[in-house]
């Protein structure tokens, strides 16, 4: 069965870094494109980057473009998002993501917090 798990998050100062990390299973990872997606407390879960199979085309929700950079390693199974410049409003519960045959996949989320 499909497995997705989100590791990397944690507590960072405004204008520190993160790397999250999502390992994939279950499914031929190197033909689907892949995607973040974060939640904050009280929100909709929103759109954050995705990448597809190739690495050829990459998008960025407007909030995180130029700080963050989508990245995947298809022999190992594994997409990264690196978070830089982060700030409190990037504070959420991240997700990673995959869509197949019509359904939406999530890993259980790595908590990111970002305060002084």
């Known amino acids: 069965q499909v497995q997705l798990v989100e590791s990397g998050g944690g507590l960072v100062q405004p204008g520190g870094s993160l790397r999250l990390s999502c390992a994939a299973s279950g499914f031929t990872f190197s033909v689907y494109a892949m995607s973040w997606f974060r939640q904050a407390p009280g929100k909709e879960r929103e759109f954050v980057a995705t990448?597809?199979?190739?690495?050829?085309?990459?998008h960025y929700a407007d909030s995180v473009k130029g700080r963050f950079s989508i990245s995947r390693d298809n022999a190992k199974n594994m997409v990264d998002l690196q978070m830089n410049s982060l700030k409190p409003e990037d504070t959420a519960l991240y997700y990673c993501?995959?869509?197949?045959?019509?359904?939406?996949?999530w890993g259980q989320g790595t908590q990111v917090t970002v305060s002084s």
């Open positions: 990448i597809t199979s190739t690495s050829n085309s990459i």
């Open positions: 993501n995959v869509y197949r045959f019509s359904r939406n996949y």
